[in-house]
């Protein structure tokens, strides 16, 4: 993908359990050059968001401590952080996963396997519109 555009200022949070869904995400961003924080369960998730306010949440849905869509909720209730974009990255893609999710205020859902394109367009389309 030849994308002129300088993501370099923008922060991507990628946030998920399993460390090498985190590499594979990492990777795929790198072409883009955003920056990367990373968290692996929802509380470290909330915690970041809150002290570091990326531009960009990618959340999993199934984590331990505290799941994706408790995560996106509470994120959308938050004053400081609704307007924080939330892209969910899932392997539970059943019609009622991802409705849940557009429903608490997800941007966007990508399905697990993840596909470099969709996630790269999908990302550069959210911060395009920062």
């Known amino acids: 993908m030849d994308n002129p555009k300088d993501y370099s200022k923008y922060t991507v949070l990628i946030v998920d359990d399993i460390p090498v869904n985190i590499i594979l995400l990492k990777t795929m961003l790198a072409r883009i050059n955003v920056q990367i924080l990373t968290a692996v369960d929802g509380r470290q998730a909330l915690e970041t968001v809150r002290k570091l306010k990326p531009e960009l949440v990618l959340l999993d849905i199934q984590m331990p401590v505290m799941n994706g869509l408790d995560v ?49 367009s999908s990302v550069t389309s959210e911060l395009d519109r920062i």
């Open 72 to 120: 996106l909720k509470e994120m959308k209730n938050s004053p400081e952080l609704k307007d924080i974009p939330v892209i969910m990255v899932s392997a539970y893609t059943s019609p009622e996963d991802i409705e849940q999710s557009m429903s608490l205020g997800a941007s966007g859902f990508i399905k697990k396997p993840v596909i470099m394109d969709i996630l790269l």
